[in-house]
């Protein structure tokens, strides 16, 4: 947490908690860094489901080449917020009035899951044209990650036996050009995971096209970049992630990469900070009750796991009776939801908390707000704060 975030936070009231911060000057950082360690050939799109926040996507529009969208809402979304940038639109299931969207102008790239969906679109095209890439779900072993979503069975993308189809309909139609292919197979993964499954990928992909005939220029290899929730301080390797890329790019000259991540750019950006409301004890058992929960925060909720947390200290106990407090011991830490999956951290050691300390929980920039089921319980809403970046001066200040 920066000073300046901390002091932000020590200066709010009890009741404006809990609060959703969002560090732009962290997040323009990091975004940047990210984009310095790729190289010139690989284009970096912005997965926006992660967390479109308009304030988030002003700041990356300045870092990245464009924003991967995957329904016409956030399509619309990112039209409004960052005009004129480039966007790619994929995900499944895209309704006759979505593909229309996405053909009255401002998407570059329209990613094809499935046969039907060619279909829709070469009845809607009229005179237009469009440029597409064919989302694949190749059978590559991905040996444990958290979240696969391909190399077997799975509604996301096409089967390389239904490909042939597709190149049947795109010869019969010059509106569709065909760039290349599409791959986003798994998340968590770290950058040797990632890299090793790029040269899978570009391998089949050049196979491919090569004894297809196909012309192909592109490949878009999705996000899915690891966040590490156990070990906030162990990033995903972006230096040793984007010197690999810069050998695939020259084992494969003629063709432009581009990656879309969501969650390792913006998650790190982001603190849910609430406060102690109450501390008990249940068959010898601390729980932490905190203001807000999981309806705000679903994070820790799907994905199993302990948030991480920093507890900011708060002196000042002016109640007549003693505040209760664990020390030296574990606590479960949870919402005010009536529900026992309302945890945010399970067990997790803590050397003193009281009633009235706060909470930051970290890595709450991705996934977090924008999953969750906020109206079950009908409690408030939390504030959104947005700590500026200062802008970055090229000389001194005059
Ligand atoms: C969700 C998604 C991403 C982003 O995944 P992260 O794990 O957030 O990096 C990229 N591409 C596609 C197609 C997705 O569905």
Redesign the pocket.
């Given at each position: 947490m920066r000073p300046q975030l901390l002091q932000h936070v020590a200066e709010l009231g009890a009741e404006d908690l809990p609060v959703y911060v969002y560090d732009l000057q962290d997040l323009s950082e990091h975004a940047a860094a990210i984009r310095t360690a790729l190289p010139e050939r690989v284009e970096l799109f912005y997965?926006a489901?992660?967390n479109s926040d308009p304030r988030l996507m002003d700041v990356l529009s300045d870092h990245v080449d464009g924003f991967?969208v995957?329904s016409g809402g956030e399509l619309h979304h990112i039209q409004r917020t960052c005009p004129g940038t480039a966007i790619a639109f994929?995900?499944p299931g895209k309704t006759p009035a979505e593909l229309e969207q996405a053909l009255q102008g401002g998407v570059d790239r329209l990613h094809i899951e499935s046969e039907q969906e060619l279909h829709l679109l070469t009845g809607l095209l009229g005179e237009r044209t469009v440029d597409v890439l064919l989302r694949v779900n190749l059978p590559i072993a991905l040996g444990p990650v958290a979240l696969a979503m391909g190399g077997r069975p799975s509604p996301f993308g096409l089967e390389p036996g239904h490909l042939d189809r597709c190149l049947a309909l795109l010869a019969d139609d010059p509106r569709i050009r065909l760039r290349g292919i599409h791959v986003?197979l798994a998340?968590g993964l770290d950058a040797t995971a990632h890299l090793d499954l790029a040269g899978q990928v570009l391998t089949w992909a050049s196979e491919w096209a090569d004894h297809k005939g196909v012309g192909l220029t592109e490949v878009n290899l999705?996000?899915?970049?690891g966040v590490d929730y156990a070990r906030p301080d162990r990033r995903f390797d972006w230096a040793a992630f984007g010197a690999g890329l810069r050998r695939l790019t020259e084992e494969h000259p003629g063709l432009t990469l581009r990656i879309?991540?969501?969650?390792?750019v913006t998650v790190y950006c982001g603190w849910y900070v609430t406060e102690v409301l109450d501390l008990k004890r249940s068959h010898g058992h601390a729980f932490a009750v905190l203001r807000g929960g999981t309806h705000h925060l679903r994070t820790p909720a799907t994905k199993q796991h302990n948030q991480p947390f920093r507890i900011l200290p708060a002196d000042t106990w002016d109640r007549p009776w003693q505040r209760p407090q664990a020390q030296d011991e574990p606590v479960t830490l949870v919402g005010q939801l009536c529900t026992p999956k309302d945890v945010l951290a399970r067990e997790v050691h803590v050397q003193r908390l009281r009633v009235g300390d706060r909470i930051a929980f970290a890595l709450a920039g991705?996934y977090a707000w924008n999953i969750s089921h906020h109206e079950f319980l009908m409690h408030p809403a939390p504030q959104f704060h947005h700590l500026d970046h200062a802008p970055v001066l090229a000389g001194p200040h005059p």
């Open positions: 997965a489901k992660a991967e995957a994929g995900g986003h998340s999705g996000g899915g970049m879309e991540p969501g969650r390792a991705a």
